[in-house]
C-alpha cells in the first residue's frame, strides 16, 4: 500500500514517517518554492543556473529579494536573453542570402588572386594570369603574353603584381595585373565599382582591392545580423522605451559592414542595399579588420528602428511579407485563411488583379495591401532608401515612356510602366508603391512604418501582444482564456510605464501566475 501511494503521490508521504498520519496523499501545492523560484528567474533571466553562493544566500531570507530580480534584470546576462528573445521573432539570420555577384569576388588560385568571371573579358577565356611578375609599358599598360591553350584557345595573359588588401593591410599578396587595376573610370566611361565596369577591360578591384569581396559574404552578412541585435541591446543600455525599438534605434556599424557600406554597396547580388539606406558620408571610417569595433550611427526620420534595418528588409524581401511579419509578431494578428478555406470565385473574378478586390483573396489583402504600403520606399529584394526628392511619387517621363516606349532603367525598376490589366494603365508613371492605393492609403507610403507602430500603439494592439508575447517566453506556454484579465492587466501596467521592458518582465515574472507554472 504504501509504495503504491508513493507512485500516485510522486514522493513519499507524509505518513511514511509518522505512523499516526492519515493513509491519502496531501493536496500538491503548485506554488514554487523560494529555490525552485531562484532557479526558474535565474534560467529565464540570465539563461544559466544560480551559483550554489547565490542558493545559499536565500536560506538567510523568507524568498527572492526584489533586489536581486531589479540586479538580473540589469545584467548583461539579460540583455543577451533579450536579444535572443528577437531572434527567435525576427529570424534574422542571412547565412543564404548572396550580396555579392561572382564577377565581384575573387578566388585564390596557387596564392595568386584573381576574378575568374572576368578572365574572358581581360584574357580570352576564364583563365588565371601567369605566375610571374607583371610588367608595363612607358605609357603604364599592362604587357601580355599570348598563349595557347590546352583546348587551343589562344589568351593573352599578364603577370601579377603586389597588393596590400583592404582584409590584410599588413600583408602583400599576388594578384593578377588585370584584377588589381585601380582606376575609377574605365576606358569605356564605366564607373568601375559599378556593375558596369564588370564590361570594362580597364576596370579592376580598385585600391586595395576595395571593390571586390574576399570571404565577404559572410563577414557582412554577420554584421548585418549583429546591427540588429544592437539595436536591442541599445534599447535597454539607454533605458529607451520598448517602442523606440520599432521607430528610431540607430544603426550600427563594424569594419566589414561600414567597408561594405562605403566601398561594396553597389556590387550587388540577387538583393541590393541600393540607393543607400544611410547616406556615405554618415558611415565613419573603420578599417575592415575590425570586426569587435562597433560604433552608433544616427538615420534619419525614414526610418522605423528594426523594422528598416538592412537585416529586417533582407530577411523579409516583399512590402507583403514585411507587413505580415509585423501583423502577425508585433500585433498577434497573422494573416490566415477563414476556416474551411477561400470561398469558390467566379472566373471573371479570379482574372481581378487589384488583390484587394478579388473574391477570396480581398479577405486579407484589404488590410495587408494598405499595410504592406508603410514599406513602399524600401525597395523590395533589397535595403535600400527611395528618397522622395529623387524618387518622386508620380514623373511624367515614366507616364510617358509607358505609352511610347524608351523607359529609362530608373522607370523601368521603380515606376509603373507596364499593365497586365486595363486597370494598372490608370497608374503609369507612379512610384510601384502607389499602384492600387487609395487616397486615403497614399500618406502610408510617406511616412514608412513608423506610422504604422504609431498607430497600432493608439488602439493598444502593439503593447497587448508584446505583453503576450513576453509572458508566453516566460511562462513557457500562451495565456489560457481564464488569464486573459491578467494579460490585460499587465499590458495596461506596460503602457502606464511609458513601454519598459524591464517592468513589463519584472511584472510578469513576480507574478502569481509565474510562480504557479511548473
Not at 131 to 158: K, S
Not at 414 to 434: C, M, N
Request: aromatic letters at 10%; charged letters at 20%.
Amino acid at each position: 500500500m504504501c509504495a503504491l501511494l508513493v507512485l500516485l503521490c510522486g514522493s513519499s508521504p507524509a505518513w511514511a514517517q509518522d505512523n499516526d498520519a492519515p493513509l491519502w496523499c496531501a493536496e500538491p501545492s503548485t506554488w514554487t518554492s523560494a529555490p525552485e523560484y531562484l532557479r526558474a528567474l535565474s534560467l529565464d533571466l540570465r539563461g544559466k543556473l544560480p551559483s550554489p553562493g547565490e542558493y545559499e544566500a536565500l536560506e538567510t531570507v523568507s524568498d527572492v529579494p526584489d533586489s536581486l530580480i531589479d540586479e538580473w534584470l540589469a545584467s548583461p546576462e539579460f540583455g543577451a536573453r533579450l536579444v535572443r528573445f528577437h531572434r527567435s521573432i525576427l529570424w534574422n539570420n542571412l547565412s543564404n542570402i548572396g550580396l555579392f555577384q561572382g564577377r565581384a569576388t575573387l578566388r585564390e588560385n596557387g596564392d595568386i588572386y584573381w576574378r575568374r568571371d572576368l578572365g574572358d573579358l581581360y584574357r580570352g577565356e576564364d583563365v588565371r594570369c601567369l605566375d610571374e611578375e607583371a610588367t608595363f609599358t612607358a605609357a603604364g599598360e599592362i604587357v601580355t603574353t599570348e598563349i595557347t591553350e590546352n583546348n587551343g584557345m589562344v589568351t593573352q595573359r599578364e603577370g601579377w603584381v603586389w597588393v596590400a588588401p583592404y582584409w590584410a593591410p599588413d600583408t602583400l599578396i599576388k594578384v593578377c595585373a588585370f584584377d588589381a587595376q585601380e582606376e575609377a573610370v574605365g576606358p569605356t566611361g564605366a564607373s568601375c565599382d559599378r556593375p558596369a565596369g564588370y564590361q570594362d577591360a580597364g576596370c579592376g578591384c580598385g585600391p586595395n582591392l576595395q571593390w571586390c569581396a574576399w570571404k565577404s559574404n559572410e563577414a557582412v552578412s554577420e554584421a548585418l545580423e549583429q546591427d540588429l541585435n544592437r539595436r536591442v541591446l541599445w534599447l535597454l543600455e539607454n533605458n529607451r522605451p520598448y517602442t523606440d525599438l520599432l521607430t528610431q534605434a540607430p544603426a550600427f556599424v563594424n569594419g566589414p559592414l561600414a567597408h561594405f557600406l562605403k566601398h561594396q554597396v553597389f556590387v550587388h547580388n540577387t538583393v541590393s542595399l541600393e540607393p543607400s539606406p544611410v547616406p556615405v558620408q554618415q558611415i565613419p571610417d573603420i578599417p575592415y579588420t575590425e570586426v569587435d569595433t562597433w560604433v552608433e550611427i544616427p538615420v534619419g526620420s525614414q526610418h522605423a528602428g528594426i523594422l528598416t534595418s538592412p537585416a529586417f528588409l533582407l530577411r523579409f524581401q516583399t512590402n507583403r511579407a514585411r507587413a505580415s511579419k509585423y501583423y502577425a509578431d508585433f500585433l498577434c494578428s497573422p494573416f490566415q485563411p477563414p476556416p474551411g478555406g477561400l470561398p469558390p470565385s467566379t472566373d471573371e473574378e479570379a482574372l481581378e488583379v487589384d488583390l484587394q478586390k478579388r473574391a477570396g483573396c480581398k479577405l486579407c489583402h484589404s488590410l495587408l495591401e494598405p499595410a504592406a504600403s508603410h514599406w513602399g520606399r524600401w525597395p523590395e529584394q533589397g535595403g535600400g532608401y527611395l528618397n522622395p526628392e529623387e524618387y518622386t511619387p508620380y514623373r511624367e517621363d515614366c507616364a510617358l515612356c509607358a505609352v511610347n516606349g524608351g523607359c529609362s532603367q530608373l522607370c523601368r525598376d521603380r515606376y509603373v510602366t507596364e499593365a497586365i490589366a486595363h486597370s494598372e494603365k490608370a497608374y503609369f508613371g507612379w512610384l510601384q508603391a502607389y499602384l492600387f492605393r487609395r487616397p486615403e492609403h497614399k500618406i502610408f507610403v510617406e511616412e514608412g512604418p513608423r506610422l504604422l507602430v504609431e498607430s497600432t500603439m493608439v488602439d493598444d494592439r502593439l503593447p497587448s501582444c508584446v505583453t503576450a508575447k513576453m509572458s508566453r517566453w516566460l511562462l513557457g506556454r500562451p495565456a489560457l482564456a481564464e488569464e486573459e484579465g491578467w494579460l490585460a492587466d499587465v499590458a495596461m501596467q506596460f503602457v502606464a510605464n511609458g513601454y519598459d521592458v524591464r517592468a513589463l518582465v519584472k511584472a510578469i515574472v513576480t507574478s502569481d501566475m509565474y510562480r504557479n507554472v511548473r
